[in-house]
């Protein structure tokens, strides 16, 4: 329909009709304001149930729900490390400097194919 084109222009578009009434925060989305907001009531409404850690957003609780999941499926291509973040690769991946896996050579990656 017409309205959820017109919500999608808006991801592509610097349109942010959502304004914190604390602070001057504009937000593209109503969901966004609303997770603004607890940051100046310091409100943290979402608990692990496994290490009882609150978190003031859902994607944050989703991301540390993860972290208790043991899952690790970004692994380096050079020496076959595993991490449960892609950005921990791509931090680790700085530490090999320009290597590469020479031709032949099987990985971590390569064995679980």
Aim: glycine share 4%; aromatic share 8%; net charge positive.
């Amino acid at each position: 329909t017409g309205n959820l084109l017109k919500l999608h222009m808006r991801s592509h578009s610097d349109e942010r009709p959502f304004a914190c009434d604390i602070c001057p925060g504009k937000f593209k989305w109503e969901k966004t304001l609303q997770d603004h907001k607890l940051i100046h009531t310091k409100e943290k409404p979402y608990q692990c149930d496994l290490c009882e850690r609150r978190f003031r957003t859902r994607s944050q609780f989703r991301n540390h729900r993860f972290l208790h999941s043991g899952l690790r499926p970004h692994v380096c291509p050079i020496c076959s490390k595993d991490f449960n973040r892609p950005w921990n690769l791509r931090l680790h991946m700085k530490t090999h400097a320009g290597r590469f896996p020479d031709d032949g050579e099987e990985t971590k990656a390569d064995k679980m194919a």
